[in-house]
């Protein structure tokens, strides 16, 4: 028998992004499967140094499009919370494996790696951890008998239901609760699905209509089992909001707000998009199917409605039987989105028990909001389809650009070329940190550099390269500029008086400035000391 253990980290061949991700980790010494072996014993510093290894792979291996093209954020040492916490759990999930296969002497150095990296899972929480205020006059009856009527059909949980300032309503551990504690668990046979519509007298209508996805079905049911006094999902229904308050229903006077920016053209296209989806559909289905589809209860209110209900509270889940559906989960509805989520993973039906169970990825302590994410979006897509801006500085705030990079490929080959799309994005680094090149991707970055270090005995070509990241940063000035000038002024928002989506409007605006701003000021900072850095070239000439 070999004294230690072995830990294999894999990068999965069909990642989308597989190709770049296994330049970096090459880059870094690793490979796409990469066997870390260890001695039974291990000291501190060792620990450490295994634990490292493992997190720069796990790190890599989890990036999102996003983290891939910005890399990482200066300082921090890692690409973003949510990755750190994705790493982490996967990391944890290995040695859980490991545990369950390997004999006594080495259980005792996994469990010791184990312990190691729990603590890190804590100091991170510890790090993101956000203070909530519960509103104690809110006493969310309504949402205390839905709670009831699931865990009559099974559900377990170890939250309950609170109004939190600034959040709405929102799930409160009940206790402290651990790494990989199951918060809630909701049985399947009170999830709904579309198999509910292929159920419904609805069904035989819809299915013959081209192009009809399941999940327009799903929410045309929903318009009308909203309404049934019989409903097995009544206790559900009536805990709905008559209003979702999400960009979908802003008015005239905060989509005027929106002029400019990113935002106004995501809400005016996805209300579009809907509008030619309603005329499609109505009122044809309720003039030939008046029974099926009564005229009063599917007008284009109701419609942008069961819209807005699909849109801020469904997921996407996968069954026992393999199929993915996008779903509507009682309860689980509460859980309020976080960039720093306590739950990361929570979509997949346990065919054990034939329950979604929601898995604590880091600490939750008694008191404290438990938080999962929704998914990687950035503030306008989250204001369109939920209707908030996340708490804190989001990473995926991201301003998507028309840059032209032939230029700079002439000069050295550049990373900028083995991506289609670029992007550029507000600083969210400390402000003791280096305001030169915020917000810029880091495959620019390594363009500009690249530029400087690739023939550094020839002082012409210095020169050169210098030339070409000026231009490259003038270029992008002059883009932003323009898109400041389009923001203009932020007005100032009477908090007392102005309407909720003015207030939400105005706040959009104020980031997205923000973001543009902190860009322009990286520009023009980088400008300056290349200028700098020609002059004295000149000089020397």
Known sequence: ??????????????????????????????????????????????????????????????????????????????????????????????????????????????QDLRDALINRIHELGTEVKVENKIDINYQCDKEKRLVQWAQNSGAKTRLQIAYVEGAGRGAIAMEDMEVGDIAMEIPASIIISEDLVYKSDMYQVLEKIDGMSSETMSLLWSMKERHNCNSQFKMYFDTLPENFNTGLSFGVEAIMALDGTLLFEEIMQAKEHLRVQYDELFPALSKDHPDIFPPELYTWEQFLWACELWYSNSMKIMFADGNLKTCLIPVAGFLNHSLHPHIVHYGKIDSTTNSLKFRLSRPCSVGEQC?????????????????????????????????????????????????????????????????????LPSPLLDCLRSARSQMPFTKTLIKANMEVDKEVLEDLQSTFNAMMENLSDVDSVDRESSSWDVKLASQFKEMQRRIVSSILTSCSTGIKLVEHELSKCKAEE
């Open 1 to 110: 028998m070999r004294e230690g253990y072995s830990i294999l980290l894999e990068l999965s061949d069909v990642d989308p992004f597989f190709d770049k991700k296994k330049i970096l980790l090459n880059d870094m010494g690793f490979d796409v499967k990469e066997i870390v072996h260890n001695k039974s014993s291990l000291d501190r510093d060792s620990l450490s140094t295994t634990l490292n290894q493992m997190l720069q792979i796990a790190r890599i291996i989890h990036l999102d499009e996003v983290e891939l093209y910005f890399g990482q954020t200066g300082g921090l040492g890692f690409y973003s919370p949510r990755n750190e916490m994705e790493a982490q759990n996967f990391i944890l999930s290995l040695i859980k494996s490991a545990l369950s296969h390997h004999v006594r002497m080495q259980t005792h150095a996994l």
């Open 371 to 439: 938080c999962l994410s929704y998914g990687n979006f950035s503030g306008s897509h989250l204001i369109t389809f939920y209707g908030f801006l996340p708490q804190g500085d989001n990473p995926y705030d991201v301003i998507p650009l028309d840059f032209e990079v032939d230029q700079v490929d002439t000069m050295v080959e550049c990373p900028l070329s083995n991506w289609t799309t670029h992007m550029v994005r507000g600083t969210w680094l400390s402000e003791n940190q280096n305001i030169f090149y915020y917000g």
